[in-house]
C-alpha cells in the first residue's frame, strides 16, 4: 500500500487548501483512513478519521480543531481522499499526513492514537500566513 499527497502550500489566514491522498497497491475501502498533522514541536494530531464502515454512512471523526472547518470527501473511482480545509489559522500550520490501517478501530480511536496507522503517506506541508 502506497499513500501519496499533494496539495499543501502557503495560504494567507482565512484561506483554503485541499489536500488529496491516492492509495495505489490496494482499495481506500478496505482501510481506515486519516488525516494526521505534526505541528512544529508537537505531537501528532488527528485531524479527521474515518474507517471503511464510517465512510460509507458519510461519517467522519474531527478533531476539536478541525471541526466545521474541515471536510474529508473521497473519489472511489480515483482511490483518492481529500482533506478540504477552510478559514485556516497559523496554528494549522503543520506537516499533514494521510494514513491508513487494515484492521477496524473506528474514526474517534484512530483519532485518539494516530501513531498507529500502519501506512503513512510522505505528508505535505501546510503553512498558514497571519
Known amino acids: 500500500v502506497q499513500l501519496v499527497e499533494s496539495g499543501g502550500g502557503l495560504v494567507q489566514t482565512g484561506g483554503s487548501l485541499r489536500l488529496s491522498c491516492a492509495m495505489s497497491?490496494?482499495?481506500?475501502?478496505?482501510?481506515?483512513i486519516g488525516w494526521v498533522r505534526r505541528r512544529p514541536g508537537q505531537e501528532r494530531e488527528g485531524v479527521a478519521c474515518?474507517?471503511?464502515?464510517?465512510?460509507?454512512?458519510?461519517?467522519?471523526y474531527y478533531a476539536s480543531s478541525a471541526e466545521g472547518r474541515f471536510t474529508v470527501s473521497t473519489d472511489t473511482a480515483k482511490n483518492t481522499v481529500y482533506l478540504e480545509m477552510t478559514d485556516l489559522r497559523p496554528e494549522d500550520t503543520a506537516y499533514y499526513y494521510c494514513a491508513a490501517d487494515g484492521d477496524y478501530a473506528g474514526g474517534y480511536l484512530r483519532c485518539s492514537r494516530p501513531s498507529e496507522y500502519d501506512y503513512w503517506g510522505q505528508g505535505t506541508q501546510v503553512t498558514v500566513s497571519s
Open positions: 474515518f474507517s471503511r464502515y464510517d465512510a460509507a454512512d458519510g461519517r467522519t
Open positions: 497497491g490496494s482499495n481506500l475501502d478496505r482501510y481506515d
